[in-house]
């Protein structure tokens, strides 16, 4: 069974920078086919997608995102990440990590969710 | 891209059908048949319901059922039952500039 965790701060500065892990285990996230990816909830409204990376180090952006959003993957340690740069309130919300089966929107497994507040 | 479309909320009483829509346009969800369903109960981890527009995951009950036509998908809920009670998303891919695209969520309340 795949499961997957998200960690990071909870609480950022704004026009800092946001960073978020995502661990996986029992599956290798080096395993062909599967996209990882970033989907976020803010407080009362839908899901966002974020953007996702494949284990080759191919990388998928939200084009409203893409300018202050990296993600990178560390197959070593069954790990990927999201970064974004200068972020607002706005970017508050609650942060999940899932798997994409074949990049096309079909998430077979998601982390619980980790809320991310900016504010000073 | 927007988001996909979806009514605010719905409503049924135990053992009715309800139906969630998800509208698109010819770029998303008219294009691919690549729309899944997603479940969310508040403290849980969002569950995948439907897939491939109609396809069920393993462990998940047949009273759920995707459908499709045209620009605009379906979930559809027979028999309700009160654990049923969440908050619905739909998501489709949007080709390879948008990639993918969530809906605006439907709040189900099993009355």
């Known amino acids: 069974q795949v499961q997957l965790q998200e960690s990071g701060p909870g609480l950022v500065k704004p026009s800092q920078t946001l960073s978020l892990t995502c661990t996986v285990s029992?599956?290798?996230?080096?395993?062909?086919?599967?996209?990882w990816s970033w989907i976020r909830q803010h407080p009362g409204k839908g899901l966002e997608w974020i953007g996702y990376?494949?284990?080759?180090?191919?990388?998928y952006y939200n084009p409203s995102l893409k300018s202050r959003v990296t993600i990178s993957v560390d197959t070593s340690k069954n790990q990927f990440s999201l970064k974004m740069n200068s972020v607002t309130a706005a970017d508050t919300a609650l942060y999940y990590c899932a798997r994409d089966v074949r990049g096309n929107g079909h998430c077979d497994y998601w982390g619980q969710g980790a809320l991310v507040t900016v504010s000073s | 891209q927007s988001a996909l479309t979806q009514p605010a909320s719905v409503s049924g009483s135990p053992g009715q059908s309800i139906t969630i829509s998800c509208t698109g346009t010819s770029s998303d969800v008219g294009s691919y048949n690549l729309v899944s369903w997603y479940q969310l109960h508040p403290g849980k981890a969002p569950k995948l319901m439907i897939y491939g527009d109609d396809k069920r995951p393993s462990g998940v009950y047949n009273r759920f059922s995707g459908s499709k036509s045209g620009n605009t998908a379906s979930l559809t809920i027979a028999g309700l039952q009160a654990e049923d009670e969440a908050d619905y998303y739909c998501c489709s891919y949007a080709g390879t500039n948008t990639f993918v695209l969530f809906g605006g969520g439907t709040k189900l309340t099993v009355l």
């Open positions: 990376i494949y284990y080759s180090g191919s990388t």
């Open positions: 029992g599956g290798s996230i080096s395993s062909a086919g599967y996209y």
